[in-house]
């Protein structure tokens, strides 16, 4: 399965843009791109998706690059309540099902 | 709230005992994912099951089991508990879980400590 990588942590600035990198060299052509975060004390939460466009949803945007080996989290306007881990995610298949793959993600801090 | 419940919300038990983890997945929503959150393992991939149909098979032990029933809820059973289980159980759901790009929603967790 391919794999991602992403920076153990990143610092922003309340209400600046933040821009969270992931590297995925080994992408296959039908992997989508998936972004959680995590909450402190909370559950996963779903961000974002893309496969080959750049996407856009109330949370954020996801920039795929052209040859599809990296890409980036856009939050547009970081608030404190942004600060969580941020996964991205290749989703696997296993068996005759899919399983989201969580690497140690990217932990935001953001500062007042 | 993304609609996915967990019982019991914590619990603390010994080495050697079995517990059940029960989770109602959201309405509508036919897939049910287990993952486990430890600190050194971060969050790992169980099982899924799929309308009661088990779909795929991730790091489970064999100690492990879990299965889903008609109604769609989803039990986790964990026998001959050991300290290194002592983590967070997430659940998720998703409406299908046969499209790659369906979104899972997870319920708040359940902190399991064996003493």
């Known amino acids: 399965d391919a794999k991602t990588t992403q920076p153990n942590s990143m610092e922003s600035n309340e209400e600046e843009p933040v821009h969270l990198p992931c590297n995925h060299s080994t992408i296959s052509g039908t992997d989508y791109i998936h972004w959680y975060r995590q909450l402190p004390s909370q559950g996963p939460e779903y961000v974002i998706h893309?496969?080959?466009s750049n996407v856009n949803n109330r949370m954020a945007s996801l920039a795929i690059a052209e040859d599809r080996k990296s890409s980036t989290l856009i939050l547009h306007r970081a608030t404190l309540r942004d600060a969580a881990v941020y996964y991205c995610i290749l989703k696997m298949v296993v068996n005759s099902g899919y399983a989201l793959n969580f690497g140690k993600g990217t932990s935001l801090l953001v500062t007042p | 709230d993304s609609g996915v419940t967990q019982t019991p919300k914590h619990l603390i038990t010994a080495t050697g005992q079995r517990v059940t983890l029960r989770c109602s997945p959201r309405?509508?929503?036919?897939?049910v994912y287990w993952y486990q959150q430890s600190l050194d393992q971060g969050l790992q991939f169980l099982i899924q099951y799929y309308n009661g149909e088990e779909r795929a098979k991730g790091n489970i032990l064999e100690r492990f089991s879990a299965q889903q029933f008609p109604d769609l809820h989803s039990e986790l059973n964990l026998s001959s508990l050991e300290l290194g289980d002592s983590a967070l159980y997430f659940c998720?759901?998703?409406?299908?879980?046969?499209?790659?790009?369906?979104?899972?929603?997870f319920g708040p967790g359940t902190r399991l400590t064996v003493l």
């Open positions: 998720a759901s998703s409406v299908a879980g046969t499209s790659i790009d369906n979104e899972q929603f």
């Open positions: 893309g496969l080959t």
């Open positions: 309405s509508g929503d036919l897939s």
